[in-house]
């Protein structure tokens, strides 16, 4: 599997290197790059509970998204599949967002960030 977003892939200023940011007011993907062997293990069938806990601390995640907390809780929220958003820590939101993410990249080959 190749890595997500691919040089070019994106809109121009990207920053394809360093870490996964994103864009303060509306969550979108705004530098970094998902490593294609993360979106393989991460978006596997079966738990990929170890998967996604090995690259949520290899791509310092948890970093990335703690500022936009706001945001996370409402990507995930439009899931309708957790009623624990407020209170689940970010580490567990994190976990939720990376597997998501994955899962986008490998069945349509993109991801905006925490916007739908």
Not at 39 to 44: F, K, T, V
Not at 102 to 115: H, K
């Amino acid at each position: 599997m190749r890595s997500y977003p691919r040089k070019g892939q994106m809109v121009k200023g990207y920053r394809y290197d360093g870490a996964i940011t994103f864009e303060p007011q509306y969550g979108w993907l705004a530098s970094g790059i998902f490593p294609g062997d993360c979106i393989a293990e991460c978006s596997a069938s079966g738990s990929v509970d170890n998967a996604v806990e090995y690259w949520k601390n290899k791509l310092d995640f948890v970093a990335a998204l703690a500022p936009h907390r706001p945001h996370v809780e409402s990507f995930l929220k439009e899931y309708g599949a957790w009623d624990d958003l407020a209170d689940a820590t970010i580490e567990t939101l994190a976990d939720r967002v990376l597997w998501l993410a994955c899962c986008d990249i490998a069945e349509q080959g993109e991801w905006s960030g925490l916007v739908h």
